[in-house]
């Protein structure tokens, strides 16, 4: 009885963010807070420290899913590496993957005090794009309902303020911590090529990959090229314990990691 009671509650917690997610992202919403982030004015962190700050965070979303497959008492500091190290072997051909699936889940810091402690429901969930209709394949879209943006005629439409082809640079999405990580590194001019900062920004961006093409008329065809990493992608960084053959050590990663952030982020330090 306990255990159903814990699982009703966590189905309660789902749907409460859910709904606030879904009511509140707007297209004016996601610009106030990029405005309010690109000011990079909470303080400048070395990716190690920022790194320890997650272990002052639980993983929220995982412990809200339903999904047996998940583990959110696996710190997140654990799960940086494992990613890391899935990412190093899954795609030898770019050494900078394992560095973009160690930090990943930094934008998450948004909850930490010392970030603001910002609210889950603009931290995590699904992410999708604002300024146009709301795709019924975005998780739970019927929430969508009480969005105020849902009224608005120029947004009503699968293309909304956007051109056809745009592509995913010229679209606002969801704020979230993969929105506002990827804005840290696009403003601190890091080395990580475009490539790396599509995979952070988009690691939520599930309708995505969904069958039927969702949200594809705003598509590059760089985009669409890629698809396939960004879903293998996606599939690397899924919140459960993996068992991974042949991996490092965690000396070994940790200073490979840190010949890559020496390559990448030659800075050390990130502007947050």
């Not at 560095?99 to 005090?113: E, M, R």
């Amino acid at each position: 009885m306990i255990q159903d009671d814990h699982l009703a509650e966590n189905h309660a917690a789902q749907e409460l963010l859910c709904r606030l997610n879904h009511a509140r992202q707007t297209f004016d919403f996601v610009q106030r807070q990029a405005k309010k982030f690109s000011t990079l004015s909470l303080g400048e962190i070395d990716i190690w420290s920022a790194l320890e700050n997650l272990q002052d965070l639980r993983e929220y979303e995982a412990a809200l899913s339903g999904n047996e497959a998940c583990d959110p008492d696996m710190p997140l500091l654990e799960h940086a590496f494992q990613c890391a190290e899935i990412c190093r072997q899954k795609f030898p051909e770019d050494d900078w993957m394992a560095l973009v699936g160690l930090i990943h889940g930094l934008g998450k810091l948004l909850a930490h005090p010392k970030f603001g402690s910002q609210p889950q429901w603009c931290i995590c969930g699904e992410s999708f794009p604002v300024g146009c209709r709301f795709s019924s394949s975005i998780s739970n879209a019927k929430f969508f309902q009480a969005n105020p943006d849902r009224r608005k005629k120029s947004f009503a439409t699968p293309l909304g303020v956007y051109k056809q082809n745009c592509g995913l640079q010229s679209v606002y999405m969801s704020w979230s911590g993969a929105e506002y990580l990827y804005m840290v590194l696009a403003l601190n001019k890091t080395n990580l090529p475009p490539e790396a900062l599509f995979m952070i920004r988009f690691q939520k961006f599930r309708a995505l990959v969904k069958p039927g093409h969702p949200y594809h008329d705003l598509l590059s065809e760089s985009d669409i090229q890629l698809l396939p990493k960004l879903k293998a992608f996606m599939d690397s960084i899924e919140y459960k314990r993996q068992d991974i053959s042949n991996s490092l050590s965690e000396d070994e990663l940790k200073n490979y990691c840190n010949s890559l952030i020496e390559k990448y982020i030659p800075r050390g330090t990130l502007r947050w």
